[in-house]
């Protein structure tokens, strides 16, 4: 799994147990997935339309640093199927997994649009293969 993004848990990320709130780590993650699907379907109208079953492992703290990483599971015709895992970096624990989280690429209609793409794609790759 690759760890992309770093979040460093402030005052305003915490709940009323003074821990991560729920509902901020979900926000990251969508960000996350769905920067990373635009890259990668090379699709800016690329939305999130399914996420699987949530399970929090652990929690995370005020000064914390977070990390969330995405895989590739599959590419669907107008879609790509990620699987995601949160860690702390100070406790060395997982926070969350999220097996299954769908992004579709949509045309200006709305109406899911085919990408073609059958395996990921770097940036080095597009520049080398114009």
Not at 6 to 31: A, C, M, V, Y
Not at 62 to 76: A, N, Q, R, S
Request: glycine content about 6%.
């Amino acid at each position: 799994m690759n760890f992309h993004t770093r979040k460093w848990i402030k005052p305003q990320d915490l709940n009323p147990n003074r821990s991560l709130f729920g509902g901020r780590l979900l926000e990251w993650i969508d960000e996350e997935a769905a920067l990373y699907a635009i890259i990668q379907l090379e699709n800016p109208r690329t939305v999130t339309k399914y996420i699987s079953e949530i399970d929090f492992k652990a929690s995370a703290r005020e000064g914390d640093i977070v990390e969330i990483g995405l895989e590739p599971v599959k590419f669907g015709n107008a879609s790509i199927t990620l699987k995601c895992e949160v860690r702390n970096k100070m406790t060395r624990e997982t926070i969350i997994t999220i097996d299954k989280i769908v992004m579709v690429g949509l045309d200006e209609n709305g109406n899911a649009k085919p990408h073609g793409k059958t395996e990921i794609e770097y940036v080095k790759n597009r520049l080398e293969n114009p």
